[in-house]
């Protein structure tokens, strides 16, 4: 991920290896990271079994949300692709019953939009 895209707040793909590493606490048994993104300090992972979203806090970030999201709570989502000008894909995820999306992220051309919806996609459906 690019300096250019870290500060316009566009996400990268992390991987898995790492993550598991750096988050590997928050699994639960038989439980494995699918894929990850990165989003400056922000963290949005997908496992078999749930997302999470880690949301690193204040200056210096050591204050941490852990969101949990079960693929059940999610009523439905959309992507956006990139276009020739617009630079960035985005995904819209909705929570239960909610009129707006709960989640809203950001991505480069170098996160396959696709390859995101099939995993969405493929808990969800």
């Known amino acids: 991920m690019g300096l250019l895209d870290a500060v316009l707040g566009n996400a990268g793909v992390v991987n898995s290896q790492e993550l598991t ?3 590997g606490t ?3 048994e038989g439980e494995i990271i699918e894929v990850g993104f990165k989003v400056i300090r922000d963290t949005f992972i997908f496992t078999n079994k749930r997302m999470i ?10 204050k941490t949300e852990y ?3 079960l693929y059940k709570s999610i009523s439905r989502f959309s992507i956006e692709t990139a276009g020739t000008f617009d630079m960035d894909a985005e995904l819209k995820i909705w929570i ?3 009129t707006i ?25």
Do not use: C, M, R, W
């Open 21 to 23: 590493s750096e988050y």
């Open 96 to 98: 239960s019953s909610e």
């Open 26 to 28: 928050l699994l639960t």
């Open 67 to 69: 969101k949990s999201i």
């Open 101 to 125: 999306p709960s989640i809203v992220k950001t991505f480069n051309k170098k996160v396959n939009i696709y390859d995101l919806q099939k995993v969405l996609a493929n808990h969800l459906l």
């Open 53 to 62: 979203l880690v949301d690193k806090q204040g200056i210096t970030g050591k």
